[in-house]
């Protein structure tokens, strides 16, 4: 199934420029997967986890996948990631892939 936008089916409200997508499915259709893409303050992030909660619901086996990013342009030392990242995660037992990219230096 083609990708399917909720801004321009009229779901949701606009909140700047309208992306270009397929027609909406037909009446009935059921939908397969969906892929939802935020740019979020630490304030909005919060509001989502009701939502993704509900997501993970209606998901296969009740997950869904999170990838997350987050950028500094003064960079992060890696022991805090260590620390205040990685380690409470394993420790509530969630499996996670960290993919780090260090900033470069000058010599």
């Known amino acids: 199934?083609?990708?399917y936008n909720l801004l321009s089916a009229g779901f949701l409200p606009n909140s700047g420029p309208?992306?270009?997508?397929?027609p909406p499915?037909?009446?009935?259709e059921q939908?397969?997967?969906?892929?939802?893409?935020?740019?979020?303050?630490?304030?909005?992030?919060?509001?989502?986890f009701n939502v993704l909660g509900l997501l993970a619901d209606k998901a296969g086996e009740?997950?869904?996948?999170v990838t997350v990013q987050g950028n500094s342009l003064s960079g992060v030392d890696p022991t805090w990631i260590l620390n205040?990242?990685?380690e409470p995660?394993?420790?509530?037992?969630?499996?996670v892939f960290f993919n780090l990219d260090f900033k470069k230096t000058s010599p």
């Not at 499915?25 to 009935?28: A, C, D, E, Q």
């Not at 009740?62 to 996948?65: A, D, G, L, M």
Request: zero cysteines; charged letters at 25%.
């Open 89 to 95: 995660l394993s420790e509530a037992n969630i499996p």
């Open 1 to 3: 199934m083609e990708g």
């Open 62 to 65: 009740n997950k869904i996948k």
């Open 25 to 28: 499915p037909r009446p009935g």
């Open 31 to 48: 939908v397969e997967s969906v892929t939802i893409e935020m740019t979020l303050t630490k304030t909005m992030l919060f509001k989502t």
């Open 84 to 86: 205040a990242i990685s």
């Open 18 to 22: 309208e992306p270009s997508t397929p």
